[in-house]
Nanobody
Framework: EVKLVESGGGLVQAGGSLRLSCAAS????????IGWFRQAPGKEREFVAA????????FYTDSVKGRFTISRENAKNTVYLQMNSLKPEDTAVYYC????????????????WGQGTQVTVSS
């Protein structure tokens, strides 16, 4: 059974930090790129960050550049999203997703999705 399980979300004040984790199982993790997406109530899903299978290529949406860092530990089948200098506009449900062949920014091309973890940033 393919599983992607997000964790690490919570409530944090503006300017604070959180680290999200995505634990994968049921597929060959090293062969898949991993992306993070987020969706706020009433808004469309938004690309946040992605990392290639070996960690050599990363992408970020402009609004998080310099604040968020995506990384992966293939030995643990886990990807992380370190989020610093959080803003209220970062409040959303964050999802991790995996794709074997895809445009890393394109959610519709991802193969597997987790259930999401809530991030709430207060002012």
């Amino acid at each position: 059974e393919v599983k992607l399980v997000e964790s690490g979300g919570g409530l944090v004040q503006a300017g604070g930090s959180l680290r999200l984790s995505c634990a994968a199982s049921g597929f060959t993790f090293d062969d898949y790129a991993i992306g993070w997406f987020r969706q706020a109530p009433g808004k469309e899903r938004e690309f946040v960050a992605a990392v290639s299978w070996g960690g050599g290529t990363t992408f970020y949406t402009d609004s998080v550049k310099g604040r968020f860092t995506i990384s992966r530990e293939n030995a643990k089948n886990t990807v992380y999203l370190q989020m610093n200098s959080l803003k209220p506009e970062d409040t959303a449900v964050y999802y991790c997703a995996a794709c074997r062949v895809c445009g890393l920014r394109v959610g519709a091309e991802y193969d597997y999705w987790g259930q999401g973890t809530q991030v709430t940033v207060s002012s």
